[in-house]
């Protein structure tokens, strides 16, 4: 299957958040009546070119209506879905074939209705060993991982892991006080080095930095490790170089953001550790690349499920968008390695 479609119906009110919804295998369109579709494991699927559009959804409230973004998927995909069966492409870090536990594995869509639509792929590196990941292109022309690409890792940390560290977090947040005098500091945003978190929360970080991501590089990416680190291997045994207080735990209560900047660093590693139903709101967003600061406002919103590794590199810009409700945990670091 391939080609994407979209359809336009009217739609009054206030605008919900983003749903997916599968073209029929035609490439038709579904009836608002599915717009409550969940994306499938999209492992092994191509996903088009998706026109982000709304029309009148009867599955909310009256009045409202829900951005809808209709995409095609290779068949497989669909069937294994349906059957539930496991969906090929994804390997554990055992190496074997699992499902990813990130059910969606991203929801994107643009700020903007009529922006042109990013292209989401899977992708997956050359190496025998090479892992599945995800690529989004957030504008053309991308090149992966350097340009208008923002790669997503599922299942880079397990959930006990996210607990742990949201757990650690919020107990040093309720005896420590917001950094009103940094940059990026409202009261609705606490940032919480890792540092400052405890052994087993430090631990836990590098293990997560250095095993997985470095690791991730050295697999699927040797030539951006080549060109970043001046090595494709042995990236652990080169020292990280941090900015001030992180790695750390971004913790974001109601009205918490962080506004548009870039990080300045070889890699960023953003995870999100909470549950969905933790917050409203929230969601990273990526501006395209080399075109001035949010010139055009063409913004990409990712909002990937909890453990899912979001990696960019420095120049990206991007923003920690507003939360709505509840407690949003990020963990988040971008670094440079350095021979010691
Ligand atoms: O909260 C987010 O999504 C982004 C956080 C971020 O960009 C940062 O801490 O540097
Ligand atoms: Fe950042």
């Known amino acids: 299957m391939d080609g994407g479609g979209a359809a336009r119906a009217a739609g009054k009110g206030p605008v919900r958040g983003p749903k997916w919804a599968l073209l029929g295998p035609r490439g038709e369109p579904p009836g608002p009546e599915q717009c409550t579709f969940l994306p499938p494991p999209l492992s092994g699927a191509q996903v088009s070119d998706a026109v982000p559009t709304s029309f009148q959804c009867s599955c909310l409230e009256r009045g409202a209506h829900c951005d809808v973004i209709y995409y095609s998927v290779a068949a497989d995909a669909v069937s294994a879905t349906a059957s539930g069966s496991p969906c090929s492409g994804f390997l554990s870090r055992g190496g074997e074939r699992c499902q990813p536990t990130a059910r ?48 997503l890792i599922p299942d880079l940390v397990s959930r006990a892991e996210c607990h742990s560290l949201i757990e650690v977090a919020d ?40 095993d997985r991501v470095l690791h991730f590089f050295e697999l699927n990416l040797p030539e951006a490790a080549e060109s970043l680190f001046g090595q494709r291997s042995n990236l652990g045994r080169l020292a990280f170089s941090h900015s001030r207080a992180e790695p750390a735990v971004n913790r974001y209560t109601a009205g918490g953001e962080f506004s548009i900047h870039h990080d300045a660093h070889s890699v960023t590693v953003n995870v999100l550790l909470s549950e969905p139903d933790a917050f409203l709101g929230g969601g990273t967003a990526f501006w395209p690349q080399g075109r001035g600061s949010s010139a055009d406002g063409a913004e990409v919103v990712l909002q990937p499920p909890r453990g899912v590794g979001v990696v960019f590199n420095g120049h990206v810009e991007h923003a920690g968008r507003p939360v709505l409700s509840g407690v949003r945990h990020v963990f988040v670091s971008s670094f440079n390695l350095v021979r010691e």
Do not use: W
């Open 104 to 151: 969606s594995v991203i929801t994107t869509y643009y700020g903007r209705a009529n922006e042109k639509s990013p292209r989401m792929q899977t992708a997956r590196g050359d190496g025998a060993q090479a892992q599945s990941y995800y690529e989004v292109q957030t504008a053309a022309p991308s090149r992966p991982f350097f340009e208008n690409s923002v790669l």
């Open 171 to 210: 107990r040093h947040a309720s005896v420590t006080s917001v950094d009103s005098s940094s940059s990026f500091a409202g009261t609705c945003l606490h940032r919480l080095p890792v540092c400052e978190l405890g052994l087993e929360a430090e631990a836990l970080s590098f293990n997560i930095l250095r």
